[in-house]
């Protein structure tokens, strides 16, 4: 039994890892290998795609930029999720914190990601074109911010945008590593760029968090007065045991380098400081 609902059909559902299938709707018999696989990583408060054939990693936030009085309001987001039409598609999901559920009515059925799980769904989408969902599992604060916008394009802009997005990595990583000394704009403007994408959900665009769950970095004692030490421990490292994760295997040296240097300038936090990717190579080498 296929199911189809319009423009999409829904080959098949679940497979957790854990044993105990829920419910089989169809087709989990059909072995036909899938020619994209997407694992949909949910976090408090965003969406990570990982196209795990051609290693490429997206990080989709709620466009922040949209007004209450717009029709996307809420429902937009920076990146993306972009896939190919008729094309089979295996999504794998899971989560880093919390239940969260990556639900678009007309992909797929709601499947929530469970921390240390894998979900799996299928879908072959026919019609190009914008279909839009949201997390439907209440994660925390931040839960009705965290929309899904998935664009079906043809395979051939797909193959296209596919090449764009591994040479933009590749030169990404040419650029890190350089050894370069980078001028207070240029690290500000990367900074905002990464603060954005990294931090914003939970320290806010304003730097003043959510307290008590989020604190503020606007006039933080880690972000004004502490050592440049501390402020880059606490990003590489995270602290244990909190929502402050490590960052230091998500991002490059000069993403950490930018980033410091935003916090300690932004929202009127003025220090001076600027930090060098150089800086950040040192500091990961003295963790060891
Ligand atoms: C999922 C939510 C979350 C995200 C995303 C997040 N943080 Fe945090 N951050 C926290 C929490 C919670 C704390 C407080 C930890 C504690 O209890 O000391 C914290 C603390 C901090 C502190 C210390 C502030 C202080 O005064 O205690 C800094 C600096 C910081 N984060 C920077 C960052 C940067 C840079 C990023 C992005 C690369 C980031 N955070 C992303 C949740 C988050
Ligand atoms: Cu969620």
């Known amino acids: 039994m296929v199911l189809g ?15 105990k299938a829920t419910k089989v709707f169809s ?16 976090s408090q408060w965003k ?5 795990m054939e051609d290693d490429i990693q997206i990080v989709s936030n709620l466009d922040r930029d ?22 089979r598609i295996r999504f794998l999901h899971t989560a880093t914190d ?5 639900w678009v009515p007309a992909l797929a059925y709601k499947k929530d990601a469970i921390p240390g799980y894998i979900n799996e769904t299928w879908a072959i989408i026919e019609k190009e074109g914008i279909y839009r969902g949201q997390c439907a599992e209440i994660c925390g604060t931040g839960h009705a911010f965290m929309p899904i916008v998935v664009e079906a394009v043809s395979k051939e802009k797909y193959a296209a945008w596919v090449d764009g997005k591994k040479e933009a990595a590749t030169a ?26 990294a931090c914003g959900a939970c320290h806010q665009p304003t730097g003043l968090g959510l307290p008590p769950a989020f604190p503020a970095l606007k006039g933080s004692a880690f972000t004004t007065t502490s050592e440049i030490s ?12 909190t929502a402050m994760a490590a960052w230091g295997a998500q991002l490059n040296d000069l993403e ?9 300038n932004a929202w009127g936090n003025d220090t001076g400081d600027m930090v060098q990717p150089a800086e950040v190579k040192a500091a990961r080498s003295n963790n060891k």
């Open 172 to 197: 990404a990583l040419a650029e890190a590593s350089a050894d370069k000394t980078w001028s207070m704009d240029e690290l500000m403007a990367r900074g905002e760029q990464v603060y954005n994408t």
């Open 98 to 102: 919390v239940l969260h559920a990556w």
């Open 47 to 51: 969406w990570t795609y990982d196209y």
């Open 230 to 241: 501390a402020h880059l421990d606490i990003i590489i490292n995270g602290k244990p045991g």
């Open 256 to 264: 950490i380098a930018a980033v410091t240097t935003y916090e300690r």
């Open 66 to 87: 949209i007004a209450e009085s717009e029709d996307t309001y809420l429902r937009d987001v920076d990146n993306k999720m972009i896939l190919p039409v008729d094309t």
């Open 5 to 19: 609902f319009g423009a999409v059909v829904v080959l098949g559902i679940d497979l957790s890892i854990a044993g």
């Open 27 to 42: 087709l989990v018999e059909d072995t036909t290998p899938p020619e994209l696989t997407l694992k949909v990583i949910g």
